[in-house]
């Protein structure tokens, strides 16, 4: 610990990695498996730190205190039906403070009004607090819709901390995170209109991670427009501090396929996958470090998994077939799937201890949203199934065909159906315009429907993407001794 602070005082970026990817990671594993690290008092009783860079280094040590807590403890406590579900309700409400205050310290270093002349993060740690600082806050509103039904009753010590520091208020965390973007000068919704440029690159990189923050927040929340929106400053299609992590990487990847699937831009959803296979297939397949499979693969399985859905919802009839062999039916097939990679939402009320509500309505409005978006999939597959059978036909033979009273409805509603935003190659990702996403289409003319095919204007990613696995592979098995 003592060369861990003497790394950050120093701002050596290489040696305060070192410290914090490398040794910290070593000695949790070795030593502090099932327990918590000591606390930042008795860690300030050994180092005797002084002035302004005590309370930085001491705000840094518990940042890490606290995401070790969440990440490595509570977690494996779930596995006891006996454990206590309030137990590190303290634990939350200590860290948001903790939070609040080292971005405080960071705002202050930056504004010259500390002693402190050199400061500087990482970028992975610097990535790494923004995603600790929402993944807290989710886990946290996650909680609190568990105390519907609870008998257990918190105390009114506890009850009186979390309405005192507004713990947690989805608000106060976008209050931080435009505030980073507004130093980096990087406009979004809300921000100020007069903007500042980045004095430093600790800010330019602080900002960016912040959006992904927000891209992330916003889709926990359901608003998936502002979510894409976010992302309109954030350049994307080259290799640069917000792809070049892979954690954060996936992290857009994963939340922006989510936003075009709740809404119903499934193409788009699904020109995603190529590229995140491409980048990570090969990676997951192989060896790789406990560490590393549980940063990445939790996005990359969940992308994966919505895959099958976008193609069934393009209207994909191998994939159809696919479900169809699943003992369930394919609706039922459809939303397990959508459950098990759709994020956990959060719904933002802050919790009522008075006997109101803190059921998670966010998540049971999108699962009725989604049930809504795939339902004429459903009702409109036979109107599918006798169109392919087509070129030209007149409608009273269709209409049989069909075998639908009210056929020529169904054929607007198919039309419809069919119809999707899609994003081009020069589009921000909330721009797109409409398009036919199926193989075919069809027009009505003088009583009789004729059907065209769609010729494919696709970058061929997906088989590329292929390509690129099949040869890696074949490297790595040749490779072997």
Not at 109 to 123: D, M
Not at 153 to 160: P, V, W
Not at 290 to 317: A, L, Q, V
Not at 342 to 349: N, V
Request: proline content about 4%; hydrophobic content about 40%; glycine content about 4%.
């Amino acid at each position: 610990m003592v060369e861990f602070a003497d790394s950050v005082a120093s701002g050596d970026l290489k040696l305060i990695l070192e410290h914090y990817h490398d040794r910290w990671e070593q000695i949790s594993k070795n030593n502090y498996r099932t327990t918590s690290w000591p606390t930042a008092r008795a860690v300030q009783k050994v180092l005797k730190l002084e002035g302004e860079f005590r309370n930085l280094f001491l705000a840094l040590y518990k940042q890490l205190y606290y995401r070790h807590i969440f990440r490595r403890i509570e977690p494996g406590e779930e596995e006891d039906p006996h454990r206590d579900p309030h137990r590190f309700v303290d634990d939350y409400i200590e860290s948001f403070s903790n939070f609040t205050n080292l971005f405080n310290l960071f705002v202050k270093i930056w504004r010259g009004s500390t002693e402190i002349a050199v400061f500087e993060l990482p970028n992975l740690w610097l990535w790494d607090i923004i995603h600790s600082f929402v993944s807290q806050c989710q886990n946290f509103h996650l909680w609190k819709a568990t105390l519907d039904g609870e008998k257990t009753e918190l105390s009114s010590e506890l009850q009186r901390k979390i309405k005192e520091t507004e713990c947690w208020n989805p608000v106060a965390v976008f209050r931080y995170l435009t505030l980073f973007t507004w130093f980096a000068g990087i406009p979004v919704r809300l921000s100020p209109s007069h903007r500042t440029q980045a004095d430093n690159e600790m800010q330019s990189i602080l900002g960016q991670f912040s959006v992904i923050g927000m891209l992330r927040l916003h889709t926990l929340l359901g608003d998936y427009t502002t979510a894409l929106e976010t992302l309109e400053n954030i350049e994307l299609r080259t290799n640069n501090i917000a792809t070049a992590i892979w954690d954060c990487d996936l992290t857009i990847s994963y939340h922006m396929a989510v936003c075009y699937l709740m809404k119903g831009r499934f193409a788009d959803a699904l020109s995603i996958v190529p590229e995140v296979q491409a980048k990570y297939g090969i990676l997951l397949e192989g060896a790789v470090s406990d560490t590393t499979h549980h940063r990445i693969s939790g996005w990359y399985n969940k992308i994966k998994k919505m895959e099958g859905i976008c193609k069934f919802m393009c209207w994909n009839p191998e994939i159809a077939a696919v479900f169809q062999d699943e003992a369930e039916s394919i609706e039922n097939v459809v939303m397990r799937k959508w459950i098990e990679c759709c994020p956990e939402y959060i719904s933002p009320k802050p919790p009522s201890f008075n006997g109101g509500s803190n059921r998670n309505y966010v998540q049971e409005a999108q699962e009725r949203a989604f049930e809504l978006l795939v339902k004429p999939r459903f009702e409109l597959d036979n109107v599918r199934s006798s169109l392919t059978v087509y070129r030209s036909v007149d409608l009273p033979t269709l209409g049989n065909d069909i075998s639908e009273n009210n056929y020529l409805t169904q054929l607007i509603k198919f039309k419809l159906a069919t119809r999707q935003i899609q994003k081009g190659a020069d589009d921000l990702p909330h721009e797109g315009s409409w398009g036919c996403c199926c193989d075919s289409d069809f027009f009505i003319k003088d009583n009789f429907l004729e059907t065209r095919e769609i010729e494919s204007d696709h970058s061929y990613a997906e088989e590329l993407s292929k390509l690129i696995l099949n040869v890696t592979r074949f490297e790595a098995t040749i490779r072997q001794p």
